[in-house]
C-alpha cells in the first residue's frame, strides 16, 4: 500500500453514503433527469422487469453516466434503465480496504462499485474512481 492510500483505511472514508435507485422500466430521460438532480454520475437499477422469456426476473444493475451517453448517442432513448444496466454490478463492503476497492475497479475496468454492508449485504452507498481521487487529494490539498 502506498503512503497515500494508506491515509484512507476503509471504503467508507471514501465513499458516497446513500444509494439512488431507480425501477428497471424509468425511461433514460428521467435516469438523466436523476442523475443532474442528484449530481451523481450512476445510478442503481433494482426491481422486478419482463425478461425475453416474459417471466418476471429480478434486475439489479449500475446505469452510468458513459452508459446513458452512449445509449443516447445511438439513438437509443426509448430503451429503459433495465435495458442499459450492466449486467454485472461489482460490490465491496465498506469495511474494506480503499486498496481493495482500486483493485475490484481495475480487474472489473469500471469506475463504480455499490458498497454493501457486511451484516445484511444490502446496498449503504458507492465509491466512485472520483471518490477515491478526491480522497487521495485531500492530505495534499490540507498541506498547502
Do not use: F, Y
Request: charged share 20%.
Amino acid at each position: 500500500m502506498t503512503q497515500s492510500t494508506a491515509q484512507l483505511r476503509t471504503v467508507s472514508d471514501a465513499m458516497h453514503r446513500g444509494v439512488i435507485d431507480t425501477p428497471p422500466q424509468t425511461s433514460l430521460v428521467e435516469v438523466a433527469a436523476q442523475m443532474a438532480r442528484n449530481r451523481v454520475h450512476c445510478v442503481v437499477v433494482e426491481g422486478l422487469a419482463r425478461g425475453r422469456n416474459r417471466q418476471e426476473e429480478l434486475v439489479w444493475g449500475i446505469v452510468s453516466d458513459l452508459d446513458l451517453i452512449k445509449a443516447l448517442a445511438a439513438g437509443r432513448d426509448e430503451v429503459s434503465a433495465g435495458d442499459i444496466a450492466a449486467t454485472e454490478i461489482v460490490t465491496v463492503e465498506d469495511s474494506e480496504s480503499v486498496e481493495q476497492a482500486l483493485q475490484l475497479m481495475a480487474e472489473h475496468e469500471c469506475t463504480h462499485l455499490v458498497v454493501v454492508s457486511p451484516h445484511e449485504g444490502e446496498p449503504v452507498g458507492v465509491i466512485s474512481s472520483l471518490d477515491v481521487a478526491g480522497a487521495l487529494s485531500l492530505p495534499q490539498e490540507l498541506a498547502s
